[in-house]
């Protein structure tokens, strides 16, 4: 387990503490709303070298980013109701596509991927976030 109390002056180097623990090119993200989960997001899709403008996919559910060696999928999963929506969107092609998968509010596809990092970000205070890293 890798846990990590940080600011967001430290979210570069918290990103790349994460990508170094990481056992899969999986992870689910875990807090409540304006913990900072697209934030870290962010730090990690520039961590795995793309530059592209980095948002929540609220509305689109997934966005699609690309480094030079690989392509990242960003799902939010919030107004996703249930299991059927997520095959109605092809959460199978992404899941089986090799790709890096960041997932936010992922409570409905945590039973489709067999390995991942599961993230957990806890607000300490105003400007303080604990971050936990587990395996499964």
């Known amino acids: ?12 180097n ?3 503490q994460v990508l170094k623990h990481a056992t899969s090119k999986s992870f689910l993200f875990k807090a409540e709303m304006g913990a900072g989960k697209t934030t870290l997001i962010k730090a990690l899709v520039n961590a795995l070298g793309c530059d592209d403008a980095v948002s929540s996919p609220t509305f689109s559910l997934v966005n699609e980013y690309q480094t030079k060696t690989d392509t990242i999928y960003h799902f939010d999963l ?39 990092n599961c993230i957990t970000i806890s607000i300490k205070n105003d400007t303080c976030r604990v971050l936990k890293m587990t395996l499964n």
Do not use: Q
């Open 1 to 12: 387990m890798l846990e990590i109390e940080y600011t967001l002056k430290d979210i570069d």
């Open 78 to 116: 919030y107004r996703v109701e249930d299991e059927d929506e997520l095959y109605d969107f092809g959460i199978e092609e992404y899941l089986n596509s090799n790709a890096y998968l960041f997932i936010e509010w992922p409570e409905l596809a945590k039973n489709l991927i067999e390995t991942y």
């Open 14 to 16: 918290v990103a790349k």
